[in-house]
């Protein structure tokens, strides 16, 4: 497993860091090389990404509303916490405040589309930890309700990408619920528990909600570990998926280690999963069989490799290592 996740992130970094910026897709990365342990590779990664901030001097995305350009902010904080230094968490402070002061009288959800809930309430519930300043979960907890109030469908216990997709269907007539965006939710649903005390009035909410997906993925999983990108119609989109398997398969491993989900229950799923994940590396470490850049299911080849699925399969292989470590 150690093995896989250094071949698969060396990989990435070597062809990654020349071109290192704040966007959401290398957002996301950064997250997964900070996920990864000491006990795999020492301090090489975590050492690149505060190399990576450095460069960026600190600095968010640029639309100051935008929860893709908080991302980042995630790796920042990871950072602080290892560094302590102010200059490190300063930026996602900011942009933290910012919104809790513009968002009041915005007519549609801040957090409109569900891939939201991956990028910015993470930020928002670890600052509240590290600073102790109850205000930030409170906002992201009254953010979270509006979203999933809007996009998450309760019959099938999974959500909608975003409000066209209410009344849309899959050729087949079923709903299109895309397997990517659920994984962002489950994974976004992973960070924030894991930010968030054991005491919080909201936690049971979020905690069933987590059960509720969890138990919906696990049932949509293919016999090969993995999950095809339109998740009620793989007929119409039979290729694997990568980036929404490992998502998702984070969010699984972390269900297990938190003691949120049934280890007995869930734990062949997990190992499934990975053994999918792993067929898709390629000799050289490139992680194929990723969809780009999208908001919908949609096609993709073999080869197709993207920063932001490199970033979800090295949340999963951390996870997972670190069940096995238990």
Partial sequence: MSAALMKVADWQL??????FDDDWTFGVLYTGFMAIPESVA????????????????WQMGPDLLDANDMTIGQTYLA????????????????????????????ERPLWWWCDALFMAPAAFAEISRITGDQRYLDYM???????????????????????????????????VFWSRGNGWVLAGLAKVLQNMPKDYPSRPKY???????????????????????????????????????????????YGINSGILSKEEYEPHVALAWRGLVSHIFVDG?????????????????????????????????????????
């Fill in 14 to 19: 070597q062809r990654s860091a020349p071109h």
């Fill in 207 to 253: 905690v069933a909600q987590f059960q509720e997906m969890a138990a919906s993925l696990a049932k949509l999983q293919r016999p090969n570990g993995l999950w095809t990108a339109g998740l009620l119609d793989p007929t119409s989109y039979p290729a694997d998926e990568t980036s929404g398997t490992g998502l998702i398969t984070f969010g699984l491993a």
């Fill in 42 to 57: 020492g301090k090489r990664y975590i050492e690149a990404m505060r190399s990576m901030g450095q460069t960026l001097h």
């Fill in 141 to 175: 907890d009254t953010q979270w309700s509006v979203t999933s109030s809007h996009l998450y469908e309760t019959r099938h216990r999974l959500f909608f990408r975003d409000a066209r997709f209410l009344t849309r269907k899959e050729a087949n007539g079923e709903p």
């Fill in 286 to 326: 490139r992680l194929g069989s990723v969809q780009k850049v999208a908001d919908a299911p949609g096609h993709l080849k073999p080869t197709s490799s993207y920063v932001y699925g490199v970033g979800a399969f090295l949340l999963a292989g951390s996870e997972i290592y670190s069940m096995a470590q238990q």
């Fill in 79 to 106: 950072l602080y916490e290892s560094y302590k230094d102010p200059a490190m968490m300063q930026s996602v402070k900011d942009r933290a405040a910012f919104t809790m002061r513009q968002t009041e009288s915005q």
